[in-house]
């Protein structure tokens, strides 16, 4: 099984719509990221949390809205589509003391 | 297909050859730098990394160079398969209260037969 699980991995919705992408990991990491992924553009920070009581927003985080129900579990969710939300998402987690990040596969959401 | 490559600046090389991708960072009170690849389909993949109070560091096949006073980053690829066909990101450690790593835009290295 993977580290850091991303579902679903694929999703077209219809604007308007509310979406959850969820994301749970095996690495016992404090620490989970939402980034997300446009051409060009690199990976950019939605939401974090260091942990289950602690969120705080990156730097594109309007739009979007992020539950860390459990330390394992962290889901991101696009409360009413729009169209510019297409892109690939990614999780990661990262452990206390340590520097690197763990990513998830991606979902790959299609708003129209 | 992943469509991440798009727009990105592009560095092709043969198979067998060296590749070195540059990298330049933003915040010179960055104190630990990372290299990540990601290939179509997959999220980013740890390469190598190296903290601030380093120039060099190396690992199999791959070296990364760390110039301070420039801000600079480098990623060497020794003997390029085609497997290493991939976009490649650096990323910095901020530091600080927040911690976070920021990315770069990322190379595509495509590798020819």
């Known amino acids: 099984d993977a580290d850091v699980t991303q579902t679903p991995r694929n999703r077209i919705t219809k604007t308007g719509k509310r979406i959850m992408l969820e994301c749970s990991q095996t690495?016992?990491?404090?620490?989970m990221y939402w980034y997300r992924q446009d051409p060009g553009l690199g990976l950019r920070l939605i939401y974090y949390s260091f942990d289950v009581k602690d969120i705080n927003k990156g730097e594109i985080s309007d739009g979007y809205s992020v539950s860390r129900q459990a330390q394992a579990k962290f889901s991101l969710s696009l409360e009413s589509a729009i169209p510019n939300q297409t892109a690939l998402y990614f999780c990661?987690?990262?452990?206390?003391?340590?520097?690197?990040?763990?990513f998830g596969s991606g979902t790959r959401l299609t708003v129209v | 297909g992943e469509s991440v490559g798009l727009h990105l600046p592009t560095l092709s090389v043969q198979e067998g050859d060296n590749s070195i991708i540059n990298c330049a960072y933003s915040?010179?009170?960055?104190?630990?730098f990372i290299w990540y690849k990601q290939e179509s389909g997959k999220g980013p993949q740890f390469i190598i990394d190296?903290?601030?109070?380093?120039d060099k560091r190396q690992g199999q096949r791959v070296t990364v160079l760390l110039n301070k006073t420039v801000k600079h980053l480098s990623l060497q690829i020794a003997a390029t398969q085609p497997g290493d066909s991939a976009v490649y990101f650096c990323a910095e450690n901020m530091g600080g209260a927040t911690n976070k790593l920021i990315f770069g835009t990322g190379t595509l290295l495509a590798v020819q037969p």
């Open positions: 990661a987690t990262r452990g206390a003391g340590n520097y690197g990040y763990t």
């Open positions: 915040n010179s009170a960055s104190d630990y």
């Open positions: 690495k016992g990491h404090d620490r």
């Open positions: 190296i903290r601030s109070n380093m």
